[in-house]
C-alpha cells in the first residue's frame, strides 16, 4: 500500500531528487570534488532529464486540457441527439401519418398513370387496327 501512495507522487519525488542532484552537482563541481568534464557532461545529462520531465508535463497538461475540452464537446453533442431524439418521439405519430398520406398519395397517382396508360394503349390498337384496314383496302384497290 505504501508502494501505491509514493508511485502515485511519483513528479514530486523526481522533482526532491533532482533538485538534490543538481545542488551535488553544483557543489561539487564548484568545490572542485569532481572533474571539469565529469561535472560539465553531468550538468548536460541534468539539463536534458529535467527537461524532457519538464516537457512531459506540460504535454500531460496540455493533454488533458484537450481532454477535457473533448469531453465537453462530446457531452454537448450528446445533449443534441438527445434533445433530436426526444422531438422524433414526440412527433413520431405526426411523421407515420404524413408517411401513410404520402403513401396514400402514391398509390393514387400510381392508379392514374395506369388508367392513363390503358387509354393511350386502347387508342393505339384502335389506330394500330384502322392503320391495318386502310392498308387492306389500298390492297384491294
Not at 9 to 34: E, N, Q, R, T, Y
Not at 36 to 52: P, S
Not at 54 to 70: F, R, T, V
Amino acid at each position: 500500500m505504501l508502494a501505491f501512495a509514493w508511485f502515485k507522487h511519483w513528479d514530486k519525488v523526481f522533482w526532491v531528487f533532482f533538485l538534490i542532484m543538481v545542488c551535488v552537482v553544483a557543489f561539487g563541481g564548484f568545490s572542485g570534488l569532481i572533474s571539469f568534464e565529469f561535472f560539465i557532461l553531468l550538468g548536460i545529462l541534468l539539463i536534458v532529464i529535467g527537461a524532457g520531465k519538464l516537457a512531459e508535463e506540460i504535454s500531460k497538461h496540455k493533454i488533458m486540457g484537450y481532454q477535457n475540452d473533448i469531453y465537453k464537446k462530446i457531452y454537448q453533442l450528446s445533449q443534441h441527439l438527445e434533445k433530436t431524439f426526444n422531438v422524433a418521439t414526440m412527433n413520431k405519430e405526426k411523421t407515420e401519418f404524413r408517411l401513410q398520406k404520402l403513401d396514400q398519395k402514391r398509390s393514387e397517382f400510381e392508379k392514374r398513370m395506369e388508367k392513363r396508360y390503358r387509354e393511350i394503349a386502347k387508342k393505339v390498337i384502335e389506330l394500330e387496327n384502322k392503320i391495318n384496314k386502310l392498308a387492306k383496302k389500298i390492297e384491294n384497290k
